[in-house]
């Protein structure tokens, strides 16, 4: 059983400073890999540790170059 805490689009997007549009853009564009997030239906949670390494290049893939934000 693993302990990850996965967040709602919300509390993602407040965390990295960006809008809800901006993650949802990020993950129909692959910026955001498809393991760090689950999806059930239309609903997404987000794992936002594994994304945070993913942008300071600290994951497993390489740091990810920031589109603009769009708030």
Do not use: C
């Not at 990850?4 to 689009?9: A, E, I, P, Q, R």
């Not at 809008?19 to 239309?42: A, L, N, Q």
């Not at 987000?46 to 300071?56: C, F, G, H, R, S």
């Amino acid at each position: 059983m693993t302990d990850t805490v996965y967040s709602d689009v919300n509390k993602t997007a407040e965390y990295f400073g960006v809008s809800i549009h901006t993650i949802r853009k990020w993950v129909k564009e692959g910026h955001i890999p498809r393991d760090h997030y689950i999806r059930g239906g239309t609903t997404y949670r987000y794992n936002i540790p594994a994304i945070e390494k993913v942008l300071t290049g600290e994951g497993k893939n390489q740091q990810m170059e920031l589109p603009l934000k769009t708030k």
